[in-house]
């Protein structure tokens, strides 16, 4: 499975729009793109999943280019219960969809 | 609809004893995962079961952890002996078949001292 490549951390106010940025070079075509979100003490959530281009659920926003190789999570007008760590993954749909998890991306949302 | 459950929230154990942490998936969910993340580390992947089958167990580190899924509903994660480096945040995730979202229980901190 594709390694992803996100920031470590990134600051916020509320009120504005947040855009993660993660890339994975090495995606395969049988690949899909998830990205979960993990609060202390809570296990992991699953927030969007996408395969291509735009995929957009009521709580964000992926964007995929064409080539796949990265993707973007964005999240409109944060608030400060926004802040946690976000995981950007690649899996592998038809199989077993074991996730492999990086170190994410923690995001601080401030007042 | 309860989500997944996991039992015990914490457990502390000294080493060489042993440790049971049991997972509930959301019913109808064939799917279960456990995953860990070791102090300053990253979640990991442990193994995945299919009902009570396992498919995937190449995350398991040693033959002193144990995974059992009888009947293919709840699933079990035992420790036997219990070494320092096992400390760490246990999780189990479930999913349905049709779709790939996994769902997280609130993990197991274990602490072995």
């Known amino acids: 499975l594709a390694k992803t490549t996100q920031p470590i951390s990134m600051d916020s106010y509320e009120g504005q729009e947040v855009n993660i940025t993660c890339s994975h070079n090495?995606?395969?075509?049988?690949?899909?793109i998830t990205w979960y979100q993990q609060f202390p003490s809570q296990g992991p959530r699953f927030i969007i999943q996408?395969?291509?281009t735009k995929v957009t659920n009521e709580v964000a926003s992926l964007f995929i280019p064409a080539d796949r190789k990265s993707s973007t999570l964005s999240l409109p007008r944060v608030s400060l219960s926004d802040t946690a760590v976000y995981y950007c993954?690649?899996?592998?749909?038809?199989?077993?969809?074991?996730?492999?998890f990086g170190a994410g991306t923690r995001l601080a949302v401030h007042p | 609809e309860a989500g997944v459950t996991q039992f015990p929230s914490h457990s502390v154990i000294e080493k060489g004893q042993t440790v049971t942490l049991r997972c509930d998936p959301i019913?109808?969910?064939?799917?279960l995962y456990w995953y860990r993340r070791v102090m300053g580390k990253e979640i990991k992947f442990l193994l995945h079961?299919?009902?009570?089958?396992?498919?995937?167990e190449s995350g398991m580190p040693n033959n002193r952890f144990l995974a059992e899924r009888t009947g293919g509903t709840y699933s079990t994660l035992k420790v036997q002996p219990a070494e320092l480096e096992d400390s760490g945040v246990y999780f189990c995730?479930?999913?349905?078949?049709?779709?790939?979202?996994?769902?997280f229980g609130p993990g197991t901190r274990l602490t072995v001292l």
């Open positions: 995730a479930s999913r349905l078949a049709a779709y790939n979202e996994q769902f």
């Open positions: 090495n995606i395969a075509t049988n690949d899909y």
């Open positions: 996408g395969y291509k």
């Open positions: 993954l690649v899996a592998r749909s038809g199989g077993y969809n074991k996730l492999i």
């Open positions: 019913s109808g969910h064939d799917n």
């Open positions: 079961f299919v009902k009570e089958s396992k498919q995937d």
